[in-house]
């Protein structure tokens, strides 16, 4: 059996097709930067990042002797659990507070629990329903933490 040869012509139109689909895609192009987070993303990273700062106070202060506070620790890392659920997978994550941490003491945490549960009203508009709901909790829940923080470790 005799092996079938292209003929020039075939040879060149597919030699012009397969230059004309690489020149058309060009040398290749850096990755297009990601869309910019909507209003509601940033509130909830912003939210996020507060969360952290407030953990980790609660938790400086658990590792201290203070078991008591575990429950408000506990109850903010399930505010944070939830409020990650609302961010788009693959948005990069709040960055890290700058500068010193504050020092744990239980005027600095009430004084944080009655600040953060006196924005969450004036954080619910122009968010979704769903997103107000969870906001509007955490809220309350930190409004309940400012005046049931013991007096004294």
């Known amino acids: 059996m005799r092996a079938r040869q292209l003929s020039r012509r075939a040879l060149l139109a597919g030699t012009a097709a397969a230059l004309t689909g690489c020149s058309a895609s060009g040398p290749p192009q850096p990755p297009a930067a990601p869309?910019?987070?909507?209003?509601?993303?940033?509130?909830?990273?912003?939210?996020?990042?507060?969360?952290?700062?407030?953990?980790?106070?609660?938790?400086?202060?658990?590792?201290?002797g203070a078991e008591k506070l575990a429950p408000f620790r506990d109850?903010?890392?399930?505010?944070?659990?939830?409020?990650?659920?609302?961010?788009?997978?693959?948005?990069?994550?709040?960055?890290?507070?700058?500068?010193?941490?504050?020092?744990?003491?239980?005027?600095?945490?009430?004084?944080?629990?009655?600040?953060?549960?006196?924005?969450?009203?004036?954080q619910l508009a122009g968010v979704s329903p769903g997103v107000a709901q969870l906001v509007a909790s955490i809220g309350a829940c930190e409004a309940a933490h400012a005046i049931a923080l013991p007096k004294s470790l």
């Open 75 to 122: 109850r903010h890392q399930a505010h944070l659990a939830e409020l990650r659920k609302h961010v788009p997978a693959g948005s990069p994550s709040p960055s890290a507070p700058s500068g010193k941490p504050a020092k744990a003491s239980l005027s600095r945490l009430r004084e944080i629990e009655r600040k953060a549960a006196a924005a969450r009203p004036r």
């Open 35 to 64: 869309p910019p987070d909507s209003p509601e993303v940033v509130l909830l990273k912003g939210i996020i990042a507060e969360k952290e700062r407030t953990i980790a106070l609660y938790s400086a202060l658990v590792a201290g």
